[in-house]
């Protein structure tokens, strides 16, 4: 088994941008979006059409897709496989866990790396993305989710050993940031 990195961050901070980069940047990584995979079922399932309807499922629904992502990515093999998810879906039920004891059970992380951006960077990012349908939320919400992100990393790390890194990705340092996480990856595999 290779290196599995799981990279988190609430939406709008950047994790995307970051986890496409460090692709391209590590000979050999395969890219998992679970959002993607998750949407890929849902659609062939009649459930939504696009991304963004999938946390205004009910819980139960939306648990059979994240079960189906986490299956297929348990399946991957590559050398490093780079996982974009989410530690917490803001549903109409509730905060719901991205990586309930199963689904992180399933991907065997070698590595948590969660993605910050300040507030005021978060709000220019949902507002200058007009692909997407986002939440409308404060700047103080938005803290809360930041801190609310950092506990549920340390209860991931705690479940599967795996160690978390915090990065800041901050405004036009994509680069950078997506850069230093190859080199602690190329690092881990020596
Ligand atoms: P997902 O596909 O992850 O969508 P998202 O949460 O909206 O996240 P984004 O990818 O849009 O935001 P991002 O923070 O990655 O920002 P981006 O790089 O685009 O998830 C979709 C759905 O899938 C979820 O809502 C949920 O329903 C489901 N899902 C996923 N995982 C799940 C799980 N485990 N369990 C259950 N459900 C799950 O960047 C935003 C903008 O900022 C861009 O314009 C970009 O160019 C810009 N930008 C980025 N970095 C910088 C920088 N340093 N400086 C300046 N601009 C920057």
Partial sequence: MGLRAVVLGIPGVGKTTVVDKMVSGYKGAKLANFGTLMLETGVAMKLVKHRDEMRKLPVEKQRRLQRA?????????????????????????????????????????????????????IAARRASDTTRYRDAVTKETLAEELALARSFLTASSTLTGAPMAIVRNAQGKQDEVAEGLVKMLEGASR
């Fill in 69 to 121: 992502a986490a299956a297929r990515i348990a399946g991957m093999k590559e050398k490093l496989v780079v996982i974009d998810t989410h530690l917490f879906i803001r549903t109409p039920e509730g905060f719901w866990p991205g990586l309930p004891f199963e689904v992180v059970r399933a991907m065997k992380p070698t590595h948590l790396i969660l993605i910050e951006a300040t507030p005021e960077e």
